[in-house]
Each structure stands twice: as structure tokens, then as C-alpha cells.
């Protein structure tokens, strides 16, 4: 059964923004770190971003640094990228991922959402 479930992606103009969601079913996210990671097609999955739950300290990529923004809510057991100035080298399927400690490799994470689709261009 689907644990990660993204949603939020679509078709978008450089420029503009998109804010996509993952929401966990079966678990919370207390006590791990939620990692956004993107692939786009020929290329290696990269680190975009991820969050404490507990504490909400964050990192990024340099590339989206000043851009995106990883943030929670516990409420309603959902993590967010909100994506802003979006350019057409974000394209990419994005993935939300569960690791029990802090990574920047999609290695050693424990759980992956199906992945949503993020279109930029004109």
C-alpha cells in the first residue's frame, strides 16, 4: 500500500510557481527527515531539499536555494516544496522519501512516493 502519495505537479511557465505536497498514510513523519528529491529523464536522482520533522531544520541543493521551500505540517501529515521562479531545468518527476537521518542520496532512504510530474516552459 501507497505510504508517500505526491501531488501538486503539472505544466508551468518559467517564472511561476507550484507548490507540491506529500502526505503519508500507515506512519507519521515524527521523528524522521522527509527529503524531496527530482529526476529528469537520462539523469541521476538529486537532492532537492529535506526537513526534521520534529525540529523543521532544513537543507537544500544550491541549485533552489533562495527558490524553494520545504515545510510541514502536522496537522495534517503533509510535507511541502512550495517552488518559486521556476525554470525549465526543474523539470523533472518529483519524489517525496522517509530516511531516519539526514541524507542528501536518495541511498538509505526507507519509503518513496510515487513521484509527480513538473513541467516548466513556455
Known amino acids: 500500500q501507497v505510504q508517500l502519495v505526491e501531488s501538486g505537479g503539472g505544466l508551468v511557465q518559467p517564472g511561476g510557481s507550484l507548490r507540491l505536497s506529500c502526505v503519508a498514510s500507515?506512519?507519521?513523519?515524527?521523528?524522521?527527515?522527509l527529503g524531496w528529491f527530482r529526476q529528469a529523464p537520462g539523469k541521476e536522482r538529486e537532492f532537492v531539499a529535506t526537513?526534521?520533522?520534529?525540529?523543521?531544520?532544513?537543507a537544500y541543493a544550491d541549485s533552489v536555494k533562495g527558490r524553494f521551500t520545504i515545510s510541514r505540517d502536522s496537522a495534517k501529515n503533509t510535507v511541502y516544496l512550495q517552488m518559486n521562479n521556476l525554470k525549465p531545468e526543474d523539470t523533472a518527476v518529483y519524489y517525496c522519501?522517509?530516511?531516519?537521518?539526514?541524507?542528501?542520496?536518495?541511498?538509505?532512504?526507507?519509503?518513496w512516493g510515487q513521484g509527480t510530474q513538473v513541467t516548466v516552459s513556455s
Open positions: 522519501a522517509r530516511s531516519p537521518i539526514v541524507r542528501t542520496r536518495p541511498e538509505g532512504y526507507d519509503s
Open positions: 500507515k506512519f507519521t513523519f515524527n521523528n524522521y527527515w
Open positions: 526537513i526534521n520533522w520534529t525540529y523543521g531544520s532544513a
